[in-house]
């Protein structure tokens, strides 16, 4: 099974892509979709929505799983965060019907045993369970790329993650 974790970001959408077979995984592809401060918002949303496009062509994942947003933040942060998140939605939406969501503690508690984690030991933990030589770079990246594992690891439990 090959699945695509994306980490929405308005600014910087990470995303990662992890094959697994059995209890096997491996980290096929990652990166970051960037949006430029200063333009449009629609433009950036369409940008953030081909990139995820093109990621969904190029390496056809079976499976999605968006990390939730949590925010304790600014709203105005927060808005531009869901603006992303659904544009990113879309794109993978037209694709497949297999999309997935985990909340933040849930990714942390599946990659690292404990939902308190904190994103240095979930970075280490990413790049243990991936057998990488170093912490994939930026974070967003490895958070999606943790996202990727989470799904991975849930088995047959996924489907109460299914979106709604």
């Known amino acids: 099974m090959i699945v695509l974790g ?3 970001g308005y600014a910087l959408m990470g995303w990662g892509v992890v094959e697994s077979e059995g209890s096997r995984m491996r980290l096929v592809a990652y990166g970051c979709i960037e949006t430029k401060a200063g333009v449009p918002m629609q433009n950036r949303l369409r940008t953030l929505q081909l990139g995820v496009r093109d990621i969904l062509t190029i390496y056809k994942p079976d499976e999605v799983a968006f990390e939730e947003l949590f925010f304790a933040r600014n709203v105005t ?6 603006a992303a998140r659904g544009a990113a939605i879309i ?4 694709y497949t019907e297999n999309l997935y969501e985990y909340t933040p503690m849930q990714i942390k508690q599946a990659v690292t045993g404990s939902g308190r984690a904190d994103k240095k030991q979930v970075q ?3 790049r243990l369970l991936l057998k990488l030589d170093e912490i994939p770079k930026p974070d967003d990246a490895a958070d999606a790329i943790a996202c ?3 799904h991975c690891q849930a088995g047959v439990a996924r489907q109460q993650f299914l979106m709604k």
């Open 148 to 150: 990727a594992i989470t």
């Open 124 to 126: 280490q933990m990413v």
């Open 6 to 8: 994306i980490d929405p």
């Open 77 to 82: 942060t927060a808005l531009m965060v869901g």
């Open 91 to 94: 794109a993978a939406a037209e």
